[in-house]
């Protein structure tokens, strides 16, 4: 069994910073990948940043060159640094770890929710 536990939302201004932490426990195969989701209220959810266990990271354009994914892979957590935060980052943040063996499999965390005021 696969565990995500969250951690660092909050309420900040606009303009300033938020670092979220995402641990993962459990039976967990070595190459993964952890990634962040958010769904804002009335809208479906969106990947932010994922990165693979062997380094390959990806950006939604909306958050390139302000956000940065990094991840430690001997304690199979993953971070989420976000600055420059506008108050269209308000939203419920998801941590994800996604296997694909013979078959894919999606993990998720309870969420943790970020608001940023204008």
């Known amino acids: 069994q696969v565990q995500l536990v969250e951690s660092g939302g909050g309420l900040v201004q606009a303009g300033g910073s938020l670092r979220l932490s995402c641990a993962a426990s459990g039976s967990i195969f070595s190459f993964n990948t952890m990634g962040w989701y958010r769904q804002a209220p009335g809208k479906e959810r969106e990947l932010v940043a994922s990165?693979?266990?062997?380094?390959?990271?990806n950006y939604a354009d909306a958050v390139m060159g302000r956000f940065i994914i990094s991840r430690e892979n001997a304690k199979n957590t993953v971070y989420l640094q976000m600055n420059s935060l506008k108050p269209e980052a308000t939203a419920v943040y998801y941590c994800?770890?996604?296997?694909?063996?013979?078959?894919?499999?999606?993990?998720w965390g309870k969420g943790t929710l970020v608001t940023v005021s204008s």
């Open positions: 994800n770890l996604r296997v694909s063996r013979s078959s894919t499999m999606d993990y």
């Open positions: 990165a693979t266990s062997i380094g390959t990271r």
